[in-house]
């Protein structure tokens, strides 16, 4: 074998071996993506995320969120009257705290 041609060998091979750990890497990256996107817990079955918190009487605003979603999600149609410190419901900010009280609640 010629020294050049063991060379294109070499470099042939190598560029077959990174491409399979590549795929790999990609196949692993892809299952975790999978995995926790699912995020369910054992007991329960239920999604644990930031979206899908408690609505506690205090409540603060997260990233995204707006009056409706909150409002749709705690049952309470009466956050802007409740809440005399917004002005305006379309001017909500992450780390605004507001108070919540679900119709719920109420009704026991």
Not at 5 to 24: F, M, Q, R
Not at 33 to 61: F, H, K, Q
Request: aromatic residues 4%; contains cysteine; proline residues 6%.
């Amino acid at each position: 074998m010629a020294p050049s041609s063991k060379y294109t060998y070499l470099i042939k091979a190598s560029i077959v071996v990174a491409d399979a750990v590549s795929l790999c890497c990609a196949v692993g990256l892809i299952a975790l993506l999978l995995m926790s996107s699912t995020n369910e817990t054992a007991a329960g079955g239920r999604r644990s995320s930031l979206v899908e918190r408690p609505c506690d009487e205090i409540y603060v605003v997260g990233e995204g969120e707006t009056l409706h979603t909150i409002s749709n999600r705690c049952g309470d149609p009466y956050i802007v009257e409740r809440n005399p410190h917004i002005h305006d419901p379309d001017d909500v900010f992450p780390g605004l705290v507001i108070r919540i009280v679900p119709l719920t609640s109420t009704l026991r």
